[in-house]
């Protein structure tokens, strides 16, 4: 099927590309258009090409799945090269996402008329590589260079109508008009005014103002955004180096790095975490979305995050407390979060006002008998729990889905306490639940399809990455992120020291480390859901460093003091820590291990491999995918390292094979099953 349709009308050439779902630019599209470009050339009456693309977005960048492979011929600067070097001018109509590869063809015509709703962005650095067809070289000189190495480093899409892009486009139409009509209404104007100038945008001069930028200034910013994806900074440092050249010699070097990134491992990692987010996105559903109003139960700072999550949605919110004055607590810590938000520029402040307007505060049960979803959110207890579900069975509408911000807690037995468990379900927000985009959608055993179905649609509002699983202590994520708490421990019982394992963790990418983690949570939260249940008889060690500094009244920043001192501004080690897990490690003679930044870390990520094999071996999640979520999007591990299912397949089968069997012989197979990685990792 052909990619590319040329038609002719008054003189005017439309090439309209037409690539479903996203027009991206495959080698038979960039084939189909230059064949296109080049028939035109022989067109001696024609005035101008318009460039137009079918369905619902213009040219969203280079066809990512032909990056796994070797470059394919015709490249992309080729086909730039034929659209600026056309002897007619080329002018491009921009509508939806115009990013990467499509912006730099964009930038490439000779002039761009854009719907207002248009978004224009320079993606790569998130892929893990550079714009690789001069995007940066010509973006600086239509837009300036300081706004075109931000967009080009930072990754991020803006809108057309932003004041520093807006020189881009020549024309903006509203977004409600037909953006080929009026798009050529303005090519017919110009031509008849005489004023359709070729001017290549590599031609045109930078603007004198980038003499003056500070680039140190702007290496600070990339590298305190950029964590461990290595693109940014590379990026930055050629363009600081290669701005002021000409376009064909920093576009030749630009194209080189981006040669050399595309095969790198972060970038594998990153376009391994795109295609993993676009997998586990739900299919289009039959079923009509039921949910607009919802009451969260609970004002303390797991409820008060999740009102402002649905208020950010847009849905009216009733916020429910056992009493006014922790309801008034809760009510002003979303006006904190929401006034924090608005000084950082996040919200304005009519937004501000919206969204408060939509959550209102209430201390009685009756007055939610009407809403369509409410999620508990109340003191992580089986019969507190049990004692709210009863009640909102007895107040709740019938169909309204009620739903459980439990960590832990079996939601079966939850909705036993109900006459409705087809309608209960599980929904895990992870802190803080108004910024971390990760949500396990809990099946219970009755949980109905259709609720199912509800709570998927619900996340994509919510602008969450949900992930569903199953009923098992901590479900997928906490079971396996205890595993990995549990083999910390292990390694500080062992003689590795706390600093040792916060920093291995730290410079393997992860946001903070475990241990520092503990002490921002609370290390009696974790403790208290883990005394709910027996301890495994075979792991003597099992999380009693954290017993024991909860005896000690250790419970982390909240009490002054956990696996750190926070009696001064900045956290310290305290020795009296090291003498608690010592203590410890001799009662229960453990052995010392010599430990590097490197084996820590390796031994911490084949703890969170072996308990998601095991996770997926039960069912508990269905793809091996979903594991690699839940740790991006719910506890902060690097997405330039993929997750921990991805670094399972880099290492492969025989290397894992060879680390498990060794920690095996130290630990038993109990702690370190044998596993079927052949089904789970070819
Ligand atoms: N290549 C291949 N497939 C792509 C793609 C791309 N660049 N962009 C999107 N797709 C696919 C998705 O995988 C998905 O496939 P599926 O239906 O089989 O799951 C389908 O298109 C629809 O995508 P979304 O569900 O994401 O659609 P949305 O409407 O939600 O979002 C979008 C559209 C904003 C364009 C988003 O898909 C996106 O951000 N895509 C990536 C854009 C990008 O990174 N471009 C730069 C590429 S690198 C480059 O251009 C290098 C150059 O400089 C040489």
Same mark, same amino acid.
């Not at 810590?333 to 950082?344: A, F, G, K, L, V």
């Given at each position: /099927?052909?990619?590319v349709?040329?038609?002719?009308?008054?003189?005017?050439?439309?090439?309209?590309?037409?690539?479903?779902?996203?027009?991206?630019?495959s080698?038979?599209?960039?084939?189909?258009?230059i064949?296109a470009l080049?028939?035109l050339?022989?067109?001696?009456q024609?005035?101008?090409?318009?460039?137009?693309?079918?369905?619902?977005t213009?040219i969203?960048?280079?066809?990512?799945?032909?990056?796994?492979?070797?470059?394919?011929?015709?490249?992309?600067p080729?086909?730039?090269?034929? &659209?600026?070097r056309?002897?007619?001018?080329?002018?491009?109509?921009l509508?939806?996402h115009?990013?990467g590869g499509?912006?730099e063809?964009?930038?490439?015509?000779?002039?761009r008329?854009?719907l207002?709703?248009?978004?224009?962005?320079?993606?790569e650095?998130?892929?893990?590589?550079?714009p690789g067809?001069?995007?940066?070289?010509?973006?600086?000189?239509l837009?300036g260079?300081? %706004?075109?190495?931000?967009?080009?480093?930072?990754?991020?899409?803006?809108?057309?109508?932003?004041? %520093?892009?807006?020189?881009l486009c020549?024309?903006l139409i509203?977004?409600q008009?037909?953006?080929?009509?009026?798009? &050529?209404?303005?090519v017919q104007?110009?031509l008849?005014? %005489?004023?359709l100038?070729?001017?290549?945008?590599?031609?045109?001069?930078l603007?004198s103002?980038?003499?003056?930028?500070d680039?140190?200034?702007?290496?600070?910013?990339?590298?305190?955004?950029a964590?461990?994806?290595?693109?940014?900074?590379?990026l930055?440092?050629?363009l600081?180096?290669?701005?002021?050249?000409?376009v064909?010699q920093?576009?030749k070097n630009?194209?080189?790095l981006?040669?050399?990134?595309?095969?790198?491992?972060?970038?594998?990692?990153?376009r391994?975490?795109?295609?993993?987010e676009k997998? /586990?996105?739900p299919?289009?559903s039959?079923?009509a979305f039921?949910?607009s109003?919802?009451a969260?139960?609970?004002?303390g700072? /797991?409820?008060?995050?999740?009102?402002?999550?649905?208020?950010?949605?847009g849905f009216?919110?009733?916020?429910?407390?056992?009493?006014?004055?922790?309801?008034?607590?809760?009510?002003?810590?979303?006006?904190?979060?929401?006034?924090?938000?608005?000084?950082?520029?996040?919200?304005?402040?009519?937004?501000?006002?919206q969204?408060?307007?939509?959550i209102?505060?209430?201390?009685?049960?009756?007055s939610i008998?009407?809403?369509?979803?409410v999620i508990?959110?109340?003191?992580?207890?089986?019969?507190?729990?049990k004692t709210?579900?009863?009640?909102l069975?007895?107040?709740?509408?019938?169909g309204?889905?009620?739903?459980?911000?439990?960590?832990? &807690?079996?939601?079966?037995v939850?909705?036993?306490?109900?006459s409705?468990?087809?309608s209960?379900?599980?929904?895990?927000?992870?802190?803080?639940?108004?910024?971390?985009?990760?949500?396990?959608?809990?099946?219970?055993?009755?949980?109905?399809?259709?609720?199912?179905?509800?709570?998927?649609?619900?996340a994509?509002?919510?602008?969450?990455?949900?992930?569903?699983?199953?009923v098992?202590?901590?479900?997928?994520?906490?079971?396996?992120?205890?595993?990995?708490?549990?083999?910390?421990?292990?390694?500080?019982?062992?003689?590795?020291?706390?600093?040792?394992?916060?920093?291995?963790?730290?410079?393997?990418?992860?946001?903070?480390?475990?241990?520092?983690?503990?002490?921002l949570?609370?290390?009696?939260?974790?403790?208290?859901?883990?005394?709910?249940?027996?301890?495994p008889?075979?792991?003597?060690?099992?999380?009693?460093?954290?017993a024991a500094?909860?005896?000690?009244?250790?419970?982390?920043?909240?009490?002054?003091?956990g696996?750190?001192?926070?009696?001064?501004?900045?956290?310290?080690?305290d020795?009296?820590?090291?003498?608690?897990?010592?203590?410890?490690?001799?009662?229960?003679?453990?052995?010392?291990?010599?430990?590097s930044?490197?084996?820590?870390?390796?031994?911490?990520l084949?703890?969170m491999i072996?308990?998601?094999?095991?996770?997926?071996?039960q069912?508990?999640?269905?793809?091996?995918?979903?594991?690699?979520?839940?740790?991006?999007?719910?506890?902060?591990?690097?997405?330039?390292k993929?997750?921990?299912?991805?670094m399972a397949?880099?290492?492969g089968?025989?290397q894992?094979?060879?680390?498990?069997?060794?920690?095996r012989?130290?630990?038993?197979?109990?702690i370190?099953?044998?596993?079927n990685l052949?089904?789970?990792?070819?």
């Open positions: /099927m052909s990619l349709n040329t038609r002719i009308v008054n003189q005017i050439a439309i090439l309209e590309i037409d690539s479903p779902p996203v027009n991206a630019l080698a038979q599209l960039r084939s189909e258009m064949a080049q028939a050339a022989d067109q001696s024609l005035q101008a090409i318009v460039l137009y693309c079918a369905g619902s213009f969203c960048g280079a066809d990512i799945r032909e990056f796994d492979g070797e470059p394919l011929a015709p490249h992309l080729e086909l730039i090269s034929h &659209l600026e056309s002897t007619v001018p080329v002018i491009a109509l509508h939806g115009v990013l499509g912006l063809v964009a930038a490439a015509c000779h002039y008329v854009a207002k709703s248009t978004n224009i962005g320079l993606p650095v998130g892929l893990g590589v550079v067809a001069g995007g940066c070289q010509r973006m600086m000189r837009v260079v300081t %706004n075109a190495v931000k967009l080009a480093t930072s990754g991020r899409a803006v809108k057309v109508t932003d004041d %520093n892009y807006a020189r020549e024309h509203d977004s008009d037909d953006l080929l009509q009026q798009g &050529l209404a303005w104007r110009r008849a005014e %005489n004023s100038p070729i001017k290549p945008t590599s031609e045109l001069a603007d103002a980038a003499q003056e930028i680039w140190q200034q702007f290496k600070k910013q990339v590298q305190r955004s964590k461990s994806n290595p693109a940014p900074m590379q930055l440092q050629q600081a180096r290669d701005w002021a050249l000409p064909a920093g576009e630009t194209r080189k981006f040669l050399q990134l595309r095969q790198s491992d972060a970038a594998k990692a990153l391994h975490a795109f295609f993993a997998k /586990m996105q299919g289009r039959q079923q039921t949910v109003k919802v969260v139960i609970g004002a700072t /797991m409820g008060s995050a999740i009102a402002i999550c649905f208020a950010d949605g009216k919110v009733t916020l429910l407390e056992q009493s006014q004055q922790a309801l008034e607590r809760g009510l002003k810590r979303i006006e904190d979060e929401y006034q924090r938000s608005c000084e950082r520029g996040r919200i304005n402040q009519k937004q501000l006002q969204r408060l307007n939509l209102q505060g209430s201390c009685d049960y009756s008998s009407e809403v369509d979803l508990e959110a109340a003191f992580e207890s089986l019969e507190v729990k709210i579900f009863k009640r069975d007895s107040v709740c509408k019938e309204a889905i009620l739903a459980t911000n439990t960590s832990y &807690l079996d939601i079966n939850i909705a036993q306490a109900t409705r468990p087809e209960v379900v599980g929904m895990h927000f992870f802190s803080p639940a108004n910024i971390m985009k990760l949500l396990e959608i809990v099946k219970a055993d009755k949980t109905s399809d259709a609720v199912l179905e509800q709570m998927q649609q619900l994509k509002k919510l602008r969450k990455q949900a992930v569903t699983v199953g098992c202590f901590g479900f997928a994520a906490n079971r396996i992120y205890t595993r990995y708490g549990r083999e910390v421990q292990q390694m500080l019982l062992e003689g590795a020291s706390i600093e040792m394992i916060d920093q291995a963790m730290r410079e393997f990418g992860m946001a903070m480390g475990p241990l520092a983690v503990q002490d949570s609370g290390i009696d939260i974790g403790h208290n859901a883990r005394s709910q249940y027996p301890h008889s075979y792991d003597p060690g099992y999380f009693k460093v954290s500094l909860v005896a000690a009244g250790r419970l982390g920043r909240k009490s002054g003091s696996f750190y001192d926070h009696s001064q501004r900045t956290a310290c080690l020795p009296q820590v090291a003498q608690i897990i010592a203590q410890v490690a001799q009662e229960l003679k453990v052995e010392k291990t010599e430990f930044l490197q084996s820590i870390a390796q031994r911490a084949l703890a072996s308990e998601a094999i095991q996770v997926l071996e069912g508990i999640v269905q793809q091996k995918e979903a594991i690699d979520l839940i740790w991006l999007h719910g506890y902060g591990f690097p997405r330039a993929g997750g921990p299912m991805f397949q880099q290492w089968i025989a894992l094979q060879q680390q498990f069997s060794a920690l012989e130290k630990q038993g197979d109990k370190w099953p044998r596993l052949a089904k789970y990792l070819e």
